[in-house]
């Protein structure tokens, strides 16, 4: 059974930094994909960033060059390291795995994070 913890949400001012982590457990197979995704207020969910077995690294064009996700492996870990907030950043974030970035399996309870001006 896997399974995702997602932690490092918070309130920040715009132009403020947060880390988000997200620690996995269970049998996740080495050729799953690993991302984050957002629900903002008024939109459908998307996917921030992903990260795939082989390394490749994808992110949603709003936050690429302020966005950086990576994968500890040892720890079992993903995060999110979000720079340069924008009040549009608003909304949950979720950890979340499986064989396909753009469908996964399994889902974090999420992590809100506010920013405000």
């Known amino acids: 059974q896997v399974q995702l913890a997602e932690s490092g949400g918070g309130s920040v001012q715009a132009g403020g930094s947060l880390t988000l982590s997200c620690a996995a457990s269970g049998d996740i197979p080495d050729n799953f994909c690993m991302g984050w995704f957002r629900q903002t207020p008024g939109k459908k969910r998307e996917d921030v960033a992903y990260i795939r077995d082989d390394g490749t690294i994808n992110y949603i064009s709003t936050v690429r060059g302020r966005f950086t996700i990576s994968k500890d492996n040892a720890k079992n870990t993903l995060y999110l390291q979000m720079n340069s907030l924008k009040l549009e950043d608003t909304g949950v974030y979720y950890c979340?795995?499986?064989?396909?970035?753009?469908?996964?399996?399994?889902w974090g309870q999420g992590t809100r994070v506010t920013v405000f001006s």
């Open positions: 979340a795995t499986g064989p396909y970035c753009y469908y996964p399996d399994y």
